[in-house]
C-alpha cells in the first residue's frame, strides 16, 4: 500500500454547488469547527473530546419560501428540507465510519448529534453559519439565516465529521449523486436564475 502525504486545507471558501432533480439548489461548504464548539465542545460534543481535528460541514437547501413566519405550508416545507438532510447526512454517515472516519450530523430540530451521546447544550447551526460564513441572521421566534442569493429561502444543516477535506469532498460529492443532487458550476446556476 502507498502512503500519500496529507494534504489539509484550513476551510474551503468554494460551496460545492448541487441541483436536484426538481431544480432545487443545495450549497456544501467544508470548515474547521467555529472558536465557540472548540471550546465548548465537551458540552455540545461530549464524544467527540478526544478528536484533535474535526471538519465542519456546512448543508445549505434553497427552500420554495422564506422560512420567517410560521404557516402550514413552511413547516412541512422545513420537514421535507430537514428529511432530505437526514437521509443524505445518515448515508454520509455510514460510508465515512465504513471507511475508518468518525462522522455524524446535527438534528436540525433539537441541535442534537443523532449518532453521538448529546451534550449539556445544542448545536446551534444557524450561529454556526453566522460565525463560518458570515450570514446575517434575523431574529424572529427564531433565528433565520440570511442566504446573499435566496435570502430567507434557506435551511441550514451541519455535519461533523474527522474525515479530512479532500475525503469529505469525494464522500459528500459520490453520496450527493446517489440522492439525485448533480453538480453544477455557480456560472451555471447565475445563468439559470
Not at 470548515?31 to 455540545?44: K, M, V
Not at 467527540?48 to 420567517?68: A, C, D, E, G, N
Not at 438532510?85 to 442534537?112: E, H
Not at 453559519?129 to 458570515?134: D, E, F, G, I, T
Request: proline share 8%.
Amino acid at each position: 500500500m502507498v502512503n500519500y502525504p496529507r494534504v489539509y486545507a484550513a476551510e474551503q471558501t468554494r460551496p460545492i454547488n448541487l441541483v436536484g432533480k426538481m431544480g432545487q439548489e443545495v450549497q456544501i461548504y467544508i470548515h474547521a469547527p467555529s472558536q465557540y464548539i472548540c471550546a465548548n465542545r465537551e458540552r455540545i460534543l461530549p464524544d467527540w473530546q478526544q478528536q484533535p481535528l474535526f471538519w465542519v460541514v456546512i448543508v445549505l437547501q434553497r427552500s420554495h419560501y422564506p422560512l420567517v413566519k410560521s404557516t402550514p405550508e413552511i413547516e412541512q416545507e422545513k420537514q421535507n428540507l430537514r428529511e432530505k438532510f437526514m437521509r443524505f447526512g445518515c448515508d454520509l454517515v455510514f460510508s465515512l465510519r465504513d471507511r475508518g472516519y468518525l462522522a455524524d450530523l446535527i438534528d436540525p430540530r433539537t441541535g442534537y448529534p443523532l449518532f453521538s451521546r448529546p451534550g449539556q447544550i445544542p448545536h446551534n447551526d444557524t450561529a454556526v453559519v453566522k460565525a463560518l460564513l458570515n450570514y446575517p441572521i434575523l431574529k424572529n421566534k427564531c433565528c433565520v439565516l440570511v442566504h446573499p442569493t435566496w435570502g430567507t429561502a434557506v435551511y441550514p444543516s451541519i455535519f461533523i465529521s474527522t474525515a479530512p477535506p479532500i475525503i469529505l469532498e469525494l464522500a459528500i460529492k459520490s453520496m450527493a449523486l446517489m440522492h439525485g443532487w448533480q453538480e453544477v458550476e455557480q456560472e451555471e446556476l447565475v445563468n439559470s436564475q
